[in-house]
Structure formats: C-alpha cells, structure tokens
C-alpha cells in the first residue's frame, strides 16, 4: 500500500480515536483513563498520549486525583470550559443570534435581534458584525476559536456553503459562506472554516452534542416557526437524504383537502402547524409568537382554539415521524415551541394514541432545551461536530442535485 493511504489512515485513525476520548468524557464527566482504555479499546499508552494531547491543546483538564481501594489514584478528565471557543449564528426568518460558547455549551456572550431582513447582503453583514460584537467580548477574545458556525433558513449545500433557496424569505442562491468571510474581519478567526447548516439540523445537532441525555439512538429535532422543519441525527451525523433536502417535514401531507401551502399543494404540516397558519386561525396575520404568548395569557378563546388545534396536528406529524424513524427521541425547537403547554401538550397527547404502541412508548418527546437559541448553539455545534469528526465525502448525488428546484 502506499506510504500516502498509510499516514492518511494513521491520521483518520487518530482523530477518530480522540473524538471517541472526548465524547466518553462529555458523556461520563471525571471518567479516568483506565476506564476510557476498557470502553474504546484502545490501550492505557495510546490513552495517556492522546489526553496528554488533549490537555495541552485545551479541549480536557485534568481533576484531583481520588483514590479507590488500594491501587494508583485515578484522576478524573473533565472537559476543559475555559480555554477554547466555539462561535455560532443563526439567520432566522425574523431574527438574528450570535453566540459563542465553552466545549460544554454554556453561552458566555450573546448578541440577539428581533428584525426584518431587507436581503441577504444586507442581513449576513449584520449577523457578521454581531459575531464580531461577541468575540470582542473579554471573556471570549483571551480564548482560541475552534470552529465558527452558521444556520440557516434553507437547505446548504455543505462543499460550497451556498443556500439555494430561503422558501421563507423569498431568497434563492445565497453564497453564504462567502459573503461571511467577506464580513468577518477578527484575528481570532484566522484559518478558521466557516460551516453552514441548516437550522433544523443545527438544532438537531445542539440536542445531540450538547443534550443532557446521552443518545444511543436517532433523534428527531423539529423546528417550528414560520416554517415547519426537521434534523434527524443517526449515528452521530446528520441525514441529509440523496439530494441535501431530508427533513423537509413541513411539506408532509396531514390533511389531503386542507389548506393551501406555499409548495403549492394543499394541506401540508406548515399550513396546519407553522406560525402563519396558527395566526391566520387566531384571526389576525402575522402575528408574532410573543402575540400569540401574549393573546394566550389573556385567555382568547379564538388563539387557544387555533394553538390546540395546531397541536392536534404537530402530534400526528410527530407520530408519522416516530413510526417512520423508530427515534429515542423527539425534540421540538424553533420559536412556536416557546408556546410552551398550550402547544405541545394536545401534540404529545394526540402523539401518544395514535399507532404502534410500543414505538410510540420508546420515543422521548420533549421540549429543546435551548429555546431560540437552538440554532445559533447547533451552528457551533455544527463546528464543533466537523472539528472532531474525520472528514467524510458528501455522496456525489448531493453536489449535483444541490440547487435545483424543489
Ligand atoms: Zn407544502
């Protein structure tokens, strides 16, 4: 074989194997070395090596060592929160989030912006000059950036980092990544990639690398807003589908005769669930979810039929998703979910009656921890995700389907 495949597999290997030591000790906090040994297999040198590597680098710290019985005391690893930097943004349809983040998600600055977008020059160069905003910040600047992330409103092409379509904002063929890096002027990012996702799939990815819950199994993130969205995360990636379009769920059919939806067709999930349908039944347009918080709070009748309703309809979609995805969990995201009870529990209840029981059973349904910063956190996932994961091709199929008409 030659020499070039063998240094390119020892590398491969070796970021594999420090991936799997630091998701061990983000799973199990103060786990020793002789346990990470027995639960990768690899042996106690390899182990010692690859933390000493860690720890200079700044991704692990080491505790006070304890001891157990009558053999050498075990120091217990931790992830190390205080050196290094995660950065993420999102573009929502009408709003902007900067954050930047320690390696176990914490948010130590923030720039948030409720607005309307007047294109997608204009609205990038203000999400730039708010992540600018963040990494100044002192906390932040005294720490090295590890990856920088951006979600988006639409699918992503992950080679070019380009969003062909915004179906919400009306934008098509948007080169994301280039039009941030043009924007982005900080020393701190120097040779830093820019990787842009999704937002649903950057949420998807927060509950995965950042939820408290360890995951054996696919996990299923809806992002509900103004449009209707999903990540699936299986095996610690993300699913992208032959094409970079899976988890377009807004689009299922739930009600063959029901509204009319922007797709074209009638009675998909987004004109049953999304924040404008939800609106429009509450009998005012485009109103805000803090409208809809505060139109609920003050007891309408017309706004609590239109939520309960739309949550009738959330549920059947989560059912269809359980029963097609077998998920251990069930995670719902975006703006509408700050509706809180009024939303999610006629979803879980009507979610819980219908189909195979068990399955039903297996499948966790919770609410995103994160609230509306899933996104900006998930794009700094995304970063994190690709900083420690070896890089993988994307299939062919997906650089040329990318950017056609959906
Ligand atoms: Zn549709």
Not at 36 to 61: D, F, M, P, Y
Not at 321 to 342: K, R, W
């Amino acid at each position: 074989m030659p020499s070039v495949l063998l240094s390119g597999d020892s590398a491969l290997l070796k970021q594999l194997n420090r991936a799997a030591i630091l998701r061990l000790v983000r799973r199990a906090p103060g786990i020793a070395r002789a346990e990470l040994s027995r639960r990768t297999g690899l042996t106690k040198a390899t182990v010692s090596t690859l933390v000493q590597e860690l720890e200079l680098e700044g991704w692990l710290r080491a505790g006070t060592p304890q001891h157990a019985g009558s053999g050498r005391p075990a120091t217990p690893l931790y992830l190390d929160d205080t050196r290094l930097v995660l950065v993420g943004a999102e573009l929502g349809a009408d709003y902007r989030n900067a954050v930047a983040l320690d390696l176990t998600g914490r948010i130590l600055s923030q720039r948030y912006a409720r607005t309307d977008h007047a294109g997608p020059e204009a609205a990038l160069a203000a999400l730039a000059t708010d992540l600018e905003a963040v990494l100044a910040e002192e906390r932040v600047r005294t720490r090295r950036v590890v990856g920088l992330g951006v979600a988006v409103p639409g699918p992503v092409h992950a080679g070019s980092g380009r969003m062909p379509v915004a179906p919400n904002l009306g934008w098509t063929d948007v080169p994301v990544r280039d039009l941030m890096d043009a924007r982005l002027h900080s020393p701190t990012l120097e040779g830093t990639l820019l990787h842009v996702e999704n937002e649903a799939n950057a949420g998807a990815l927060t509950e995965s690398i950042f939820g408290i819950h360890p995951l054996d199994g696919p996990l299923v993130y809806l992002s509900l807003g103004v449009g209707v969205g999903g990540g699936i995360v299986m095996g610690d990636r993300v699913f992208h589908g032959y094409g970079g379009y899976a988890g377009e769920i807004g689009h299922l059919t739930l009600l063959p005769d029901g509204p009319g939806c922007r797709c074209g067709t009638r009675g998909c999930a987004e004109a049953l669930i999304g924040q404008r349908a939800i609106s429009a039944a509450a009998g005012s347009p485009d109103l805000s979810v803090d409208d809809l918080l505060s139109r609920l709070r003050a007891g309408d009748p017309a706004t609590h039929a239109a939520v309960q309703r739309a949550g009738e309809y959330l549920g059947i979609l989560i059912s269809n998703l359980i029963h097609t995805f077998n998920p251990q969990m069930v995670v719902l995201g975006g703006p509408l979910a700050e509706l809180g009870d009024a939303l999610l529990e006629p979803a879980c209840q009507e979610a819980r009656r219908r189909g195979l029981h068990r399955l039903v059973e297996q499948a966790q349904i919770r609410r995103c921890r994160y609230g509306r910063d899933a996104g900006a956190i998930g794009a700094a996932a995304r970063a994190l995700h690709a900083a420690l994961s070896p890089a993988m091709p994307e299939p062919a199929s997906w650089a040329e389907h990318m950017g056609e008409p959906v």
